[in-house]
Nanobody, 117 residues
Framework: QVQLVESGGGLVQAGGSLRLSCAAS????????MGWYRQAPGKQREFLAL???????NYADSVKGRFTISRDNAKNTVYLQMNSLKPEDTAVYYC???????????WGQGTQVTVSS
């Protein structure tokens, strides 16, 4: 079992930056990749970025060049650096971990990001 706890959300003005953190605990050695998603009111959950256990990264076109995913293995933490934020980035941001061996998806509780215009 894997537990994920996000932090770092808040209110920021358009053009500003935020860094989200996702701390993983539990059976973290089973994790193959970790990523970030978001869900705005009335919309489906949207993929943003992922980082594999080998360090490869992938981004959605909507955030490429503005958001950066990284990790600190010593702290079992994944980060999402968000720059040049826009009002349309307003959403609840979720951390995700994938365990391929058991076909499991783990989710954090979410953290609210609000970008004012």
């Amino acid at each position: 079992q894997v537990q994920l706890v996000e932090s770092g959300g808040g209110l920021v003005q358009a053009g500003g930056s935020l860094r989200l953190s996702c701390a993983a605990s539990g059976s973290i050695f089973t994790i193959n990749s970790m990523g970030w998603y978001r869900q705005a009111p009335g919309k489906q959950r949207e993929f943003l970025a992922l980082i594999t256990s080998g360090g490869s990264t992938n981004y959605a076109d909507s955030v490429k060049g503005r958001f950066t995913i990284s990790r600190d293995n010593a702290k079992n933490t994944v980060y999402l650096q968000m720059n040049s934020l826009k009002p349309e980035d307003t959403a609840v941001y979720y951390c995700n971990a994938v365990e391929l061996s058991r076909l499991k998806n783990y989710w954090g509780q979410g953290t609210q990001v609000t970008v004012s215009s």
